[in-house]
């Protein structure tokens, strides 16, 4: 068993599950079908293609900075410019990067993860408007889902860690059930309906999976040392001169 | 002549209005300054040096009353600090050698034909605007230190620490718009040799290149390797 880690980073990202008619909703964190759409897609699978190998990997992700809910109200004409397009309301996370994590055999892992650095089919975080910043892979790790989540380091951009250097930022972490060991069980569980059990255009299924919710502590990496004083004095020479004269 | 230094505190609001802008703390340091603040080798200079602490250092004809200024946007419960820079001045020898920071606008003029006055235009690229110190050292009576283990030219003691381009707005009394005015502020460290004290002296008084108002020109040394 490996993982692979994706660094899911960009100006907007839409992760829907309960989206219905013209309201475009979006999650807090990236969806398994979200993700495992974006991963089908790199290997270059159509919708209609069998996705029951993905099916089997396990799904975690880490909130490394949870960025904040934008509404976007959307016209848009159709090619001509003759017939408007229904109205509609998509909402977006904007200025989030989280850490998702995919647990499962090693030489599909590592497939996974040659097709996201060079994908058939452009990635996107949810919708086609909002495009990843790189790197999207982080390489494959060799660890349980669990531990490689909690102990990969920090994300966020420097603006955040900034805000948060004095005291630890406690990132939430939002796992499959079954990827939690026995022994960290905290019992703050929800269902999620993002299982994807066809992605296929007429009939797209999915299933429920059980969500565990936990959360991590993190911190910056120590700041480099900064000298506190300014090493160029003038002063003092003056001070000086002016004593022996 | 007097060497102020003023510690400011940029999570002051008045602080963060001058830090903004050289226009504004152009005018808050000749207020500062007082009347007589000319041109010419006796003109008042100053420059900002950011860093863990912020300071600004004034170099005025007279001694300067900073009391306003500090209580506006300095940090508190540290006042203005002002020598006489005449000793250190007199001091100053052929071949002593000095660690200085220098915050200049190096720029060049371009000819625009017969009978008409140059463009200015601002040094770019770190090299050019490196280069630029470089080439003007004999007037200012020192030389730049070559750095060890290296007779090559480029490799003399001079580094470009930091380039700002602070952008403002000027109202011309006698001109309907307001011009836009570009500053190309670089701050030069190295080390120096002096080789004609009285040229040095003049630099360190009147100030180096344009932009003189505008925290650009100050020269201010200090001992090598004085932590």
Redesign the interface.
């Given at each position: 068993m490996a993982v692979l880690l994706l660094r899911l980073a960009g100006p907007m990202q839409a992760w829907g599950v309960k989206s219905r008619f013209t309201v475009r909703a979006t999650e807090l964190a990236p969806t398994k079908s979200g993700v495992l759409g974006m991963l089908a897609s790199a290997v270059g699978r159509r919708r209609t293609d069998p996705i029951e190998d993905l099916l089997r990997l396990r799904f975690g992700v880490r909130k490394d900075q949870p960025g904040t809910v934008i509404r976007d109200f959307h016209t848009a004409r159709s090619l001509d410019g003759k017939d408007s397009m229904p109205l509609s309301e998509r909402y977006y996370l904007t200025d989030a990067v989280f850490l998702a994590g995919i647990e499962g055999d090693d030489a599909l892992l590592q497939g996974l993860d040659e097709a996201v650095k060079h994908p058939v089919f452009p990635l996107y975080l949810g919708r086609r408007s909002c495009p990843p910043t790189q790197p999207v892979s982080l390489g494959l790790r060799d660890a349980p889902l669990y531990d490689a989540l909690r102990e990969e380091p920090w994300l966020a951009s420097p603006w955040f860690r900034r805000r948060h250097r004095h005291s630890a930022f406690n990132a939430e972490l939002l796992l499959d059930l079954d990827a939690v060991p026995e022994e960290e069980h905290r019992g703050d569980l929800r269902g999620s309906r993002d299982v994807p059990l066809s992605f296929d255009p007429r009939r797209r299924e999915y299933g429920f999976r059980q969500v565990e919710r936990l959360e991590v502590p993190l911190t910056a990496p120590a700041d480099k040392p900064?000298?506190?004083?300014?090493?160029?004095?003038?002063?003092?020479?003056?001070?000086e001169?002016?004593q022996?004269? | 002549m007097f060497l102020t230094k003023i510690g400011l505190d940029p999570s002051r609001r008045l602080a963060r209005k001058y830090l903004g802008s050289p226009q504004v703390m152009h005018a808050v340091v000749m207020k500062a300054a007082g009347e007589d603040s000319g041109d010419g080798a006796g003109r008042v200079l100053w420059r900002v040096d950011p860093g863990a602490s912020t300071s600004l250092y004034l170099l005025t004809p007279s001694e300067p009353d900073c009391t306003q200024l500090v209580a506006d946007a300095g940090v508190r419960d540290l006042q203005a600090r002002t020598l006489d820079y005449s000793p250190f001045l007199n001091q100053l020898d052929s071949g002593q050698l000095w660690a200085f920071r220098l915050a200049a606008n190096p720029s060049r003029s371009v000819a625009q034909g017969p009978g008409k006055r140059g463009k200015r235009y601002g040094h770019v690229t770190v090299e050019q605007q490196r280069q630029w110190l470089i080439n003007r050292t004999p007037n200012y009576g020192f030389e730049l230190v070559p750095t060890e283990g290296d007779d090559d030219e480029a490799a003399q003691s001079v580094v470009v620490v930091r380039r700002e381009r602070p952008i403002f707005n000027r109202q011309r009394p006698d001109a309907e718009v307001r011009d836009r005015v570009t500053i190309n502020r670089t701050v030069y460290e190295g080390v120096l040799q002096v080789t004609n004290p009285d040229k040095l002296r003049h630099a360190l008084v009147a100030g180096i290149g344009r932009s003189k108002a505008y925290g650009c020109g100050l020269l201010t040394l200090a001992r090598v390797g004085r932590r």
């Amino acid at each position: 068993m490996a993982v692979l880690l994706l660094r899911l980073a960009g100006p907007m990202q839409a992760w829907g599950v309960k989206s219905r008619f013209t309201v475009r909703a979006t999650e807090l964190a990236p969806t398994k079908s979200g993700v495992l759409g974006m991963l089908a897609s790199a290997v270059g699978r159509r919708r209609t293609d069998p996705i029951e190998d993905l099916l089997r990997l396990r799904f975690g992700v880490r909130k490394d900075q949870p960025g904040t809910v934008i509404r976007d109200f959307h016209t848009a004409r159709s090619l001509d410019g003759k017939d408007s397009m229904p109205l509609s309301e998509r909402y977006y996370l904007t200025d989030a990067v989280f850490l998702a994590g995919i647990e499962g055999d090693d030489a599909l892992l590592q497939g996974l993860d040659e097709a996201v650095k060079h994908p058939v089919f452009p990635l996107y975080l949810g919708r086609r408007s909002c495009p990843p910043t790189q790197p999207v892979s982080l390489g494959l790790r060799d660890a349980p889902l669990y531990d490689a989540l909690r102990e990969e380091p920090w994300l966020a951009s420097p603006w955040f860690r900034r805000r948060h250097r004095h005291s630890a930022f406690n990132a939430e972490l939002l796992l499959d059930l079954d990827a939690v060991p026995e022994e960290e069980h905290r019992g703050d569980l929800r269902g999620s309906r993002d299982v994807p059990l066809s992605f296929d255009p007429r009939r797209r299924e999915y299933g429920f999976r059980q969500v565990e919710r936990l959360e991590v502590p993190l911190t910056a990496p120590a700041d480099k040392p900064s000298s506190s004083v300014d090493a160029h004095d003038p002063m003092a020479d003056v001070e000086e001169a002016a004593q022996c004269s | 002549m007097f060497l102020t230094k003023i510690g400011l505190d940029p999570s002051r609001r008045l602080a963060r209005k001058y830090l903004g802008s050289p226009q504004v703390m152009h005018a808050v340091v000749m207020k500062a300054a007082g009347e007589d603040s000319g041109d010419g080798a006796g003109r008042v200079l100053w420059r900002v040096d950011p860093g863990a602490s912020t300071s600004l250092y004034l170099l005025t004809p007279s001694e300067p009353d900073c009391t306003q200024l500090v209580a506006d946007a300095g940090v508190r419960d540290l006042q203005a600090r002002t020598l006489d820079y005449s000793p250190f001045l007199n001091q100053l020898d052929s071949g002593q050698l000095w660690a200085f920071r220098l915050a200049a606008n190096p720029s060049r003029s371009v000819a625009q034909g017969p009978g008409k006055r140059g463009k200015r235009y601002g040094h770019v690229t770190v090299e050019q605007q490196r280069q630029w110190l470089i080439n003007r050292t004999p007037n200012y009576g020192f030389e730049l230190v070559p750095t060890e283990g290296d007779d090559d030219e480029a490799a003399q003691s001079v580094v470009v620490v930091r380039r700002e381009r602070p952008i403002f707005n000027r109202q011309r009394p006698d001109a309907e718009v307001r011009d836009r005015v570009t500053i190309n502020r670089t701050v030069y460290e190295g080390v120096l040799q002096v080789t004609n004290p009285d040229k040095l002296r003049h630099a360190l008084v009147a100030g180096i290149g344009r932009s003189k108002a505008y925290g650009c020109g100050l020269l201010t040394l200090a001992r090598v390797g004085r932590r």
